[in-house]
């Protein structure tokens, strides 16, 4: 949840245990991509902030990355990115939901892009109704639900034949 929690709350910690997921590519202490969110934070340009801010993570006192310290940076994070965190339960629901509503299989690290993008109201499984859709009103984050949303998925469901038989029962 370290991507989450930056987003949350404006800090980066490592944590000294790994808590591991059915997603085996959420089960990471700093994600690869946290360095590239903040250089297209920075408007591509901070590289001191940047470096600072990895500076704070890997020799501060409690190896933490403070990104709230300034309200302007935390601002815009939450302003230009959202997260959400899925539990495993949310997983497989999920897992379930977009098979039975999408007729695909999706692998559980799409799963997790397919339940966050749903908790964040950039899409729903079900086709709502002309009239339905016409009256979406954008959620909390501005993102309406008639936006077009793209979830790549990363892998085939067939690697992960435990998670799926999980998910979706061995039948």
Sequence with gaps: DITHQAFSTGLVQRSTKMHTTMSEAINIQLPY????????????????????????LE?????TMVLHSSREWFAKLQAEFGS?????????????????????YADPN?????????????????????????????NNNNINMNSNVA???????????SV???ALGKD
């Design 33 to 56: 991509n946290l360095e590239r969110l903040l250089f297209y934070l920075t408007d591509q340009t901070n590289h001191e902030q940047i470096k600072h801010w990895y500076e704070q």
């Design 59 to 63: 020799t501060g006192a409690d190896r």
């Design 84 to 104: 959400a965190r899925v539990t495993d339960d949310e997983l497989c629901e999920t897992l379930l939901q977009v098979r039975n509503d999408l007729d695909y």
């Design 110 to 138: 799409t799963g997790v892009a397919f339940c966050a993008a749903q908790k964040l109201g950039y899409c729903s499984f079900q086709q709502p109704t002309k009239e339905a859709a016409a009256a979406t009103e954008p």
């Design 151 to 161: 979830i790549f998925a990363t892998a085939s469901p067939c690697k992960f034949e």
């Design 164 to 166: 799926i038989t999980t």
